[in-house]
C-alpha cells in the first residue's frame, strides 16, 4: 500500500493549523474576550465540486455530488473602521467526496486538505458579516480505503499539489456587538484551483482512473456550519 513522505508532511501542517483553534478555545475559557482579541472558529464543511463529477474514470461510476470535511481558522484584527474591521489569519479543512466508482477495496474516496493565508473584512454594526478572500495550498489524493478504518488499509492512485485561492462570505448569527459574542457561523467559499490531469499514478490489482480521467480544477463550493467566538 502507498504511503507518502509528503502526504503525511501536508497532514501535520493542516493539523497544526487547525490546533491553533483548539488552542484558542482553551484560552478563551480564561479571560472574557476583547475587541482587540483574535476571531477563532471551528466547522463542518459540506463541500461540492462539479469538476469530480465531470471525470470519466476507466472503471466506470462517478464521484457524488456532496462531501464532507471539517476546517478551523483564526483571525486576528489589525485595522478598525467606521463601517468594518480589517482581519488576517489563517486556516485549514480537510474535505472528502465518496464515488460509487467500483475498486478492489471497499470506496474510492477524493481527498483534499489545504492550508491558507486569509482575511476577512468584518461589516455590519455587530461586525457580523464578512467578505472573504485567501490564498491557499492544496494537497489531493484519490484513493482507495477499506470500510473498516480499524485496518488502516488504502491504497493511493493519484496525488497531486496545486496553489489556488477562495473567496467567500459569512455571517455570524446572533452576533450583538462588535468582538464580544460567541455562536452558531455560516460560511460560504468558493475555491479555485487546477490540479491538471487525472490519471492512474500506480495500479492495485486493475486500472481504477486510467490514463487520463480528465482535467480536475475550481470551482469547488463549500457551505460551512460551525461555531466562533471573539
Not at 98 to 106: A, C, E, H, N
Not at 138 to 156: R, T
Not at 195 to 205: A, L, M, N
Request: proline residues 4%; aromatic residues 10%.
Amino acid at each position: 500500500m502507498k504511503t507518502t513522505i509528503r502526504t503525511q508532511a501536508f497532514i501535520i501542517l493542516v493539523a497544526g493549523s487547525l490546533a491553533l483553534a483548539a488552542d484558542a478555545a482553551a484560552q478563551h475559557e480564561e479571560h472574557e474576550s476583547t475587541s482587540a482579541g483574535a476571531r477563532s472558529e471551528v466547522w463542518l464543511a459540506l463541500p461540492s465540486w462539479p469538476g469530480l463529477g465531470d471525470l470519466n474514470p476507466v472503471a466506470g461510476g462517478s464521484f457524488k455530488g456532496v462531501g464532507y470535511g471539517i476546517g478551523a481558522a483564526v483571525h486576528w484584527p489589525i485595522r478598525q473602521r467606521e463601517n468594518g474591521a480589517l482581519l488576517v489569519g489563517v486556516e485549514g479543512a480537510v474535505m472528502a467526496t465518496g464515488s460509487d466508482i467500483p475498486v478492489y477495496l471497499d470506496e474510492l474516496l477524493a481527498r483534499d486538505a489545504y492550508v491558507a493565508v486569509s482575511a476577512k473584512w468584518m461589516m455590519g454594526a455587530a461586525r457580523n458579516v464578512s467578505l472573504d478572500l485567501g490564498v491557499a495550498y492544496h494537497l489531493l489524493d484519490i484513493a482507495q480505503l477499506e470500510s473498516d478504518y480499524n485496518a488502516a488499509v488504502e491504497f493511493e492512485s493519484w496525488e497531486e499539489s496545486a496553489p489556488g485561492y477562495f473567496i467567500g462570505a459569512g455571517w455570524d448569527v446572533g452576533a450583538s456587538e462588535p468582538g464580544k459574542n460567541s455562536g452558531l457561523s455560516l460560511g460560504l467559499k468558493v475555491h479555485f484551483v487546477d490540479f491538471g490531469t487525472v490519471r492512474d499514478e500506480d495500479i492495485f490489482i486493475a486500472p481504477v482512473l486510467g490514463r487520463n480521467a480528465g482535467d480536475l480544477r475550481g470551482p469547488m463550493y463549500a457551505l460551512q456550519i460551525g461555531y466562533r467566538w471573539w
